[in-house]
Every structure is written in structure tokens, then in C-alpha cells.
């Protein structure tokens, strides 16, 4: 019997580069980054941006690391508008100028994400383990005034979550017309800090009270995004809607990944753009179909009214946490291995220890 062919992503998520002139300790890249000597060059990005279209990708989200530090960004976005899909820059802010900003609008580029890590400056600078905020700022005018749909991206975690208000205002001042308040997932450099990232459960309640209250007083002038987060509320999330469902990613080497992520699991033998065409990849590669649907699932989840919603969770974190990436993602409050998620929600010491920053040769 023939395995059913999925329907066609909608979204792709393009590492272009894993270099980045910030540190954040949150970042969820992988602990073992890409050298720039193995990244794709402009010629093989432009054909997976066509292959990419031709599969019915209608979005990209170009991303890093730093996006800006890639040479060839105005021909990347460029090969990406002729392949019809829609473009968006995912930035630190930091190296854009008006020049630059002009070159990629008018290669095609359709808006603009910028990350902020705080609202006051020296916090932000802090938690980003460099001087950044001020390049942020500065972007944030050039943004606004090309007039490009901008969205405003924050990571929260303990050192952070207290301030959304000051966010939000942030975000107001800047002239945004999203935030995406995403509390932290533990991946990468993430799981690396995970101790000093864990917020209280007090901190959540707060800030899941303060994004209410703005959304009403906003009244929809402004979106304003909460991504739950993972530990804390016994619900398991889908994988990227669901593993090998809608979108995909490609990480600065090719390697082509069901999410950002996944390139850590065990015997996943990820698929190479340089070694198969895009479609095949999606439609029939090993690494798409292992958690794809629900066939795969041990119990709780095979017989759980849920299965179809939150897909059995998180692959990632089910290996982060247990080691095993076919078990129950721990954060649901039937999996037999959520006792590991309550151990660390447990009310963590003030202060916490010191942030172990992303820095590649330290990793």
C-alpha cells in the first residue's frame, strides 16, 4: 500500500547563516554551529528558493543567525520573489543602514522582523551579550519609515518577563504592527541556559494578565501575540503545527530539517538539499515521514483524544528530556515522564546562575 502524499508546505524557514553579532543565551541554534566555509552559496539558495516555490511554499522567513551579515542577501530575497514567495527579513537590526534597507526593498523584500531583548537599553544589552540596542533603534526608524509591515520579536524568560508593559510601549514608540511575545523554548543555547532562563510561575500569570489587558486597551490597533510556554501548563504544543505538516526548514548547510531543531535527534539522518530535490525530500524522505501523522505514537498519546491537536508534542524537547524522541512530549500532563517538567518548573532561587552566551568558539 502507498503512503499517502502530504500536502504541500506552506511556509519555509531559510538559515542563511549561523554567524550573528549578538549571544544570546536563549538562542536555539545548535551548540555545534555552521561554519561559514559550509554554508550554501547564492547560486544553490536561488534553486532551493525555486524548488521551494514549485512545491507550493508561498512564505520564507530569512533567518540566521544574522541574515544582514550574508554579502548576497539582496540576490537571496531577490531569487525568493521571483519564486513568488513572500519575504521576510528575521534581524537583529544590527548592520542596517538606509542603503542597505533600500537594496533589499527593492529586490522584494516584503517586511521586517526585528528582535528586541529588553525595553531598557543596558538590560538589552545584557541579555544580548552586546551592545545592541542603540543598532535596534536605529533600525526600527528605517523600518517604519520604508513603510514595510514590521513586527517586533521578544524572547521572554526570568530577566524579562516583569517588563512587558515597558514592551509593549516600546513596540508603540516604535511604530510596530505586531509583537510577538514568545516565551522561551529550551533548545540549543536555550537548554544550555535553562536554569537561568525558567521564569516563576508568578512572573507567567502576571504577564499572561498584562498581554490581556493591552489587548483590550488596544482593541486591535496593534497584534499583539503570546506563545504560551512549553513547561508550565500541562498542555503539549504541536511540533511547527505538526511534524512534516506545514512547513520546513533549511539550515545554512543544506541539511533540510521538519523544524529548527531537529537536527539533534538520533538516527533522524537528516535529508541535503545537494543530495535530493526539494520535493522528494518533503513527499518522500524518512526524516519527514518518521513523526508525521499519528501511526508513530506509543501510548498515552495513541489513544488520546488530543492526538490530532497537539500531535504528541514536541519531538525535540521529548529528547531533551528524556532522551528518547518518541516518547510523550514530558510537558503533557499524561505523558508517564511529566514528574521531569514539574521538577524544573518548582520555584526556581532568585538570580539563578550566570548566562553561558552563545559564542561558537566556546561552544
Known sequence: MSTPVPPPPWALLAELTHACPLHCPYCSNPLELTRRSRELSTEEWADVLLQAGELGVVQTHLSGGEPLLRPDLEAIVAAADTAGIHTQLVTSGSGLDAARLDALTGAGLRSVQLSVQHADPARSDRIAGSRSFAAKERAAALIREAGLPFGLNVVLHRDNLDAIDDLVELGLAWGVDRIELANAQFYGWGLRNRVALLPSRAQLAAAGAAVARWRAELDGRLDLVWVVPDYFDGEAKPCMGGWG???????????????????????????????????????????????????????????????????????????????????????????PDHALVESLTAPPPSGGPPYVYRYPSRS
Open 245 to 335: 505538516a506545514i512547513s520546513l526548514t533549511v539550515a545554512p548547510d543544506g541539511t533540510v530539517l521538519p523544524c529548527p531543531a531537529a537536527a539533534t535527534l538520533p538516527g533522524l539522518d537528516p535529508p541535503h538539499v545537494r543530495d535530493r530535490p526539494l520535493r522528494w525530500i518533503w513527499e518522500r524522505s524518512p526524516a519527514f515521514a518518521r513523526y508525521r501523522g499519528t501511526g508513530w505514537m506509543p501510548e498515552p498519546c495513541r489513544s488520546c483524544d488530543r492526538r490530532e491537536l497537539d500531535f504528541g508534542g514536541c519531538r525535540c524537547q521529548a529528547f531533551a528530556l528524556t532522551g528518547d524522541p518518541a516518547r510523550t512530549d514530558p510537558a503533557c500532563a499524561l505523558s
